[in-house]
């Protein structure tokens, strides 16, 4: 990395906050699942709260909060509203926690194997 923008980088105390408040919306494991099950595409909070196990009123707070940050996209059809993914990249982000986590559960078994 070039040592120049190094200073730059750390004092762009905005941007940390931005990222700060991003990953906040990740760390319930309510709304990972809301992610994960839409990568199939749309779908309504019926269907997403009945697939996750939660209540209606429950996976739409959740579905509220990663709207408000951007990720999710919502739509009306009548009394039915649906979801899907507004920020495609978080999809990877996730994807590469994922493997984080999976690496770090085959080597706890091995150690403990």
Same mark, same amino acid.
Do not use: F, S
């Given at each position: 990395m070039d040592a120049t923008l190094l200073p730059t980088r750390l004092h762009d105390a905005d941007r940390y906050q931005r990222?700060? %408040?991003?990953?906040?919306?990740?760390? %319930?494991?309510?709304?990972?699942?809301?992610?994960?099950a839409l990568r199939d595409g749309e779908s309504s909070v019926s269907e997403l709260a009945q697939r996750l196990g939660v209540t209606l009123a429950n996976a739409s707070q959740h579905l509220g909060v990663m709207r408000h940050a951007g990720l999710v996209a919502h739509r009306r059809a009548g009394t039915t509203v649906y979801y899907a993914i507004a920020e495609p990249a978080i999809?990877?982000?996730? %994807?590469?926690? +994922?493997?984080?986590?999976?690496?770090?559960?085959?080597?706890? +078994?091995?150690?403990t194997g």
């Open positions: 990222h700060a %408040d991003l990953c906040k919306v990740l760390v %319930d494991p309510k709304r990972l699942m809301l992610l994960d999809l990877e982000a996730c %994807d590469i926690v +994922d493997r984080i986590v999976r690496g770090r559960a085959t080597g706890l +078994d091995r150690a």
